[in-house]
């Protein structure tokens, strides 16, 4: 049994969720990496060797998020977290569906993929802003990098998500294996700490939790999110 009323939510998206508004995802048949080797356009050592790829990459995959749309799954997140300060969302994805869905506030801890900064003086652009095909800092004068987390690099707010989980009641993973490192423990360590852990992916992974649902995030979330809207599960705000 889930304790009720639902109090510090904890909600983790990922690939999933996106995937069901036609961005692939990484490992997936059809996915971005089919034509690309991961060690020549994710990580330092190749920025450094070729960025001219590295931004041929990273141009393509924005051109197709500018084009996608919010699923029904975004916005049954935003109408939960528009009634409860105590919602907080972080996800893996570097897309902004979510703060096109009017979400705002999202942790991307894998970096965010419609912004550029330089390596150089550390100097932030959106990507709707830099110049192609090789984008340079106006500032130093430097090769701009895509905002993201790379392979062999931290993912950036965990001493905040951290902070998070432990304060938690409730975890929520959505769209996501909850098999790649760090992620892969916050379910873990939520439930440790006494938090009810609800999962909803397209594929059972076997991950022990309180609740799972197998479906698409798009057809589930509404519906479970109204359910508990309407019961009085979430304590909305004051």
């Known amino acids: 049994?889930?304790?009720?009323?639902?109090?510090?939510?904890?909600?983790?998206?990922?690939?999933?969720?996106?995937?069901?508004?036609?961005?692939?995802?990484?490992?997936?048949?059809?996915g971005l990496w089919n034509n690309y080797r991961i060690e020549d356009v994710a990580t330092?050592?190749?920025?450094?060797?070729?960025?001219?790829?590295?931004?041929?990459?990273?141009?393509?995959?924005?051109?197709?998020?500018?084009?996608?749309?919010?699923?029904?799954?975004?916005?049954?997140?935003?109408?939960?977290?528009?009634?409860?300060?105590?919602?907080?969302?972080?996800t893996q994805n570097v897309d902004d569906l979510h703060e096109k869905a009017g979400i705002k506030n999202v942790i991307h801890m894998h970096g965010d993929i419609m912004t550029a900064f330089c390596p150089k003086c550390k100097k932030k652009y959106s990507v709707t802003r830099i110049k192609r095909p090789l984008p340079?800092?106006?500032?130093?004068?430097?090769?701009?990098r895509p905002n993201v987390v790379w392979f062999g690099e931290k993912p950036i707010y965990l001493e905040k998500i951290y902070n998070l989980l432990t304060k938690s009641s409730v975890f929520i993973s959505i769209g996501t294996s909850g098999n790649v490192y760090p992620a892969a423990e916050f379910h873990l360590i939520a439930k440790s700490l006494g938090a009810r852990t609800v999962?909803?992916?397209?594929?059972?992974?076997?991950?022990?939790?309180?609740?799972?649902?197998?479906g698409k995030a798009g057809i589930i979330?509404?519906?479970?999110?109204?359910?508990?809207?309407?019961?009085?599960?979430?304590e909305f705000n004051k």
């Not at 041929?56 to 699923?71: G, H």
């Open 44 to 90: 330092p050592a190749a920025f450094n060797k070729n960025p001219s790829l590295i931004w041929e990459f990273y141009f393509e995959r924005i051109d197709k998020i500018r084009k996608s749309k919010p699923n029904d799954g975004h916005y049954a997140i935003k109408k939960l977290i528009s009634l409860s300060k105590n919602i907080h969302l972080i």
């Open 199 to 214: 999962f909803i992916n397209l594929e059972d992974t076997g991950i022990q939790s309180d609740l799972f649902f197998l």
């Open 1 to 30: 049994m889930i304790k009720l009323p639902l109090k510090n939510i904890f909600i983790l998206t990922g690939a999933g969720i996106s995937a069901e508004s036609g961005i692939a995802t990484f490992r997936g048949t059809g």
């Open 221 to 234: 979330l509404p519906q479970l999110f109204d359910k508990w809207i309407s019961k009085g599960y979430i």
């Open 136 to 144: 340079m800092c106006k500032q130093c004068d430097s090769i701009l």
